[in-house]
C-alpha cells in the first residue's frame, strides 16, 4: 500500500479535482474542510502481502490508594461477559428479550476522493430491482437472542468469512469476504477483485478450514464499491444480513476478516456513528457510502470482510479506514473505520447476481460547486451542455427549480454535496424521499420519486 499524504494523493479529503465526464456527474465542489484521509483495508500493491513485524503487550493496573485502615472491601463485582457487561440476573435475563441489543462492527474499506459537485438524471429503460435471489436474513425478519460473547461469536461466523487473493503479472493483492449464499457466492469489495477485472488476474478463495478454491467474478459496482464472487462448492454456511437500519451508536461489533493477510482475525469494538458520508475510490471509479463508523481494528486486508452484531448477524461490510494527513507511509487503524451498511450490500448484491451489474438512484439536478451557503444549491446554469434540473426527470417532476437550496432530505439537514449523494445512494430506485427547499425567504417540501442509472 503506498504512502497516503494530502497533498498529492487520490485519496486524500476532498480536493476539488476533475472528474472524468459522466451523464451523471459533474463539477467538482470547492474543497471540503479539511478531516483524516482514508485509506484502503485492503492490500492491492503488486506483490505479496507485507509480513507482520510486532508484537502487543497488555497490563492491568490495580489501584492502592488509601490507608489499609481506610480500605474497606469492595462490593462483589457481578460476573462480566466478554462484551466487559455486566452478567443479567436470571430474572433480569427474562426481562431482556430481544431488546436493542448490540451489533458487530464492520471493517470498512473506501478511499477519501473529491465529492461531486452535482450529479444529473437519465431516464432508463430497466426493470425494478430483482427478486428472484434471495439472500439470508434474520428468520422472521427479527434479530435472535445475542451470545454468550465473542467467542461464542467468533466460533460461529469464522467458518463463514474467507480470504481472498488475486494474482496476477500487473500485480495482485489480498483482501477479505464472506459466504453469501449456500451454493457459492461470496460477497467482497470491488476494490479487492477491481484488478482482476481487467483480465490476466485469477482469483483464489481461502476457506478457514485451509482449503483454496479459483472463483469467478460474478459482478461489481464501483459506485457502491461491492463485488460477488463464485466457487464451485454447494453446501456452505451462509452469514445472515440484518437490518442495518437497527443499528445504534454504542452497539458492540465485532470485525472479522484477513489483516496483511492474517487469516481469521477477530477484532471488537462499538458502533461510533451513523450515516457518515465517505467518498471511496479515486477519480476515475468512486463510491459513496453512508457509512457505519467505528472503533474495531480494521487494517489493510480487512476489506470485504463483515462487520457483525452480538447475534453473529452482518451489519455492514468492512471498507475504510482514515489516516491522519501527513503520514509518510500508510498506518493502520486510528479508531476511525468504515462500512457498507448490510441494507445497501443486500439490494447491490441482489442485484449483481442476478444481472452482472447495479443500479443507483438519481433525482435528477445539478448542483452548484460554488455555492457556500446553508444547504447545498441547484445550479442556475447549465453545466457541460446539462441542464441544472432534467427535464421530465423526478426532480421536474416534483418542482424543484434552479436556485433552490436543499437543507434537508427526510428532516436530516445537508451541509455538504456528498452528504446528499450518499444519502441518496442509501436507497433504490423508486423510493421516495422528502427534500425541505429554500428558495429566497420561502420554504417548502417536496416529493421526490429517485429515477435510476447503471453502474459498473
Same mark, same amino acid.
Given at each position: ?38 485509506v484502503p483495508a485492503g492490500q492491492s500493491s503488486p506483490g505479496p502481502a507485507p509480513s507482520p513485524g510486532w508484537a502487543s503487550t497488555t497490563w492491568e493496573q490495580t489501584s492502592t490508594r488509601g490507608t489499609p485502615e481506610e480500605r474497606v472491601p469492595a462490593a462483589p463485582m457481578p460476573p462480566l461477559d466478554s462484551w466487559g457487561r455486566p452478567q443479567p440476573g436470571p430474572r433480569e435475563q427474562s ?68 480470504? @481472498? ?25 470491488? %476494490? ?13 478463495? =481461502? ?5 483454496? %478454491?479459483?472463483?469467478? =467474478? ?37 470485525? @472479522? ?16 456513528? =451513523? ?37 453473529? $448477524? ?19 487503524? @486510528? ?23 447495479? !443500479? ?19 445550479? !442556475? $446554469? ?75
Amino acid at each position: 500500500m503506498e504512502p497516503v499524504s494530502t497533498e498529492n494523493n487520490p485519496f486524500a479529503p476532498p480536493s476539488g479535482y476533475p472528474r472524468r465526464d459522466d451523464p451523471a456527474r459533474g463539477p467538482s465542489p470547492a474543497p471540503a474542510p479539511s478531516s483524516p484521509p482514508a485509506v484502503p483495508a485492503g492490500q492491492s500493491s503488486p506483490g505479496p502481502a507485507p509480513s507482520p513485524g510486532w508484537a502487543s503487550t497488555t497490563w492491568e493496573q490495580t489501584s492502592t490508594r488509601g490507608t489499609p485502615e481506610e480500605r474497606v472491601p469492595a462490593a462483589p463485582m457481578p460476573p462480566l461477559d466478554s462484551w466487559g457487561r455486566p452478567q443479567p440476573g436470571p430474572r433480569e435475563q427474562s426481562r431482556r428479550g430481544l431488546g436493542a441489543g448490540a451489533v458487530v462492527l464492520v471493517v470498512v474499506l473506501a478511499l477519501v476522493a473529491g465529492a461531486l459537485g452535482s450529479w444529473g438524471f437519465q431516464q432508463l429503460d430497466v426493470d425494478a430491482a430483482p427478486r428472484d435471489v434471495p439472500l439470508p436474513v434474520s428468520a422472521n425478519g427479527e434479530r435472535g437472542p445475542e451470545l454468550t460473547g465473542v467467542a461464542d461469536i467468533a466460533s460461529q461466523v469464522l467458518p463463514s468469512v474467507v480470504s @481472498i487473493e488475486v494474482r496476477g503479472s500487473a500485480g495482485g493483492g489480498t483482501g477479505s469476504g464472506f459466504v453469501l449464499r449456500e451454493d457459492g457466492y461470496i460477497l467482497t469489495n470491488n %476494490h479487492v477483485v477491481s484488478v482482476a477485472a481487467e483480465g490476466g488476474a485469477q482469483i483464489a478463495v =481461502l476457506f478457514s478450514d485451509g482449503s483454496e %478454491h479459483a472463483a469467478e =467474478l460474478v459482478g461489481r459496482t464501483s459506485e457502491y464499491d461491492l463485488a460477488v464472487l463464485k466457487v464451485d462448492l454447494e453446501g456452505l454456511t451462509p452469514l445472515a444480513l440484518a437490518d442495518s437500519d437497527a443499528v445504534v451508536v454504542g452497539d458492540p461489533v465485532v470485525a @472479522i476478516g484477513a489483516p496483511l493477510g492474517l487469516q481469521g482475525t477477530v477484532t471488537t469494538g462499538i458502533v461510533s456513528a =451513523l450515516n457518515r458520508p465517505v467518498a471511496a475510490g479515486d477519480a476515475e471509479e468512486t463510491a459513496f457510502i453512508n457509512a457505519i463508523q467505528t472503533d474495531a481494528a480494521i487494517n489493510p486486508g480487512n476489506s470485504g470482510g463483515p462487520l457483525v452484531d452480538a447475534t453473529g $448477524e452482518v451489519i455492514g461490510i468492512n471498507s475504510a479506514i482514515a489516516q491522519p494527513p501527513g503520514l509518510s507511509a500508510t498506518g493502520g487503524s @486510528i479508531g476511525l473505520g468504515f462500512a457498507i451498511p448490510s441494507n445497501q450490500a443486500r439490494r447491490t448484491a441482489e442485484e449483481l447476481i442476478e444481472t452482472g451489474t447495479a !443500479t443507483y438512484p438519481v433525482i435528477g439536478v445539478l448542483l452548484d460547486s460554488r455555492y457556500d451557503g446553508e444547504g447545498v444549491q441547484v445550479s !442556475t $446554469e447549465a453545466q457541460q451542455g446539462q441542464q441544472p434540473v432534467t427535464p421530465d426527470g423526478p426532480a421536474d417532476r416534483a418542482g424543484i427549480q434552479p436556485g433552490d437550496v436543499i437543507v434537508e432530505i427526510d428532516g436530516r439537514p445537508v451541509t455538504e454535496a456528498d452528504e446528499l449523494i450518499v444519502a441518496i445512494r442509501a436507497k433504490a430506485p423508486g423510493d421516495a424521499v422528502v427534500l425541505t427547499l429554500r428558495a429566497g425567504d420561502e420554504e417548502r417540501e417536496v416529493r421526490v420519486v429517485l429515477s435510476e442509472l447503471s453502474g459498473g
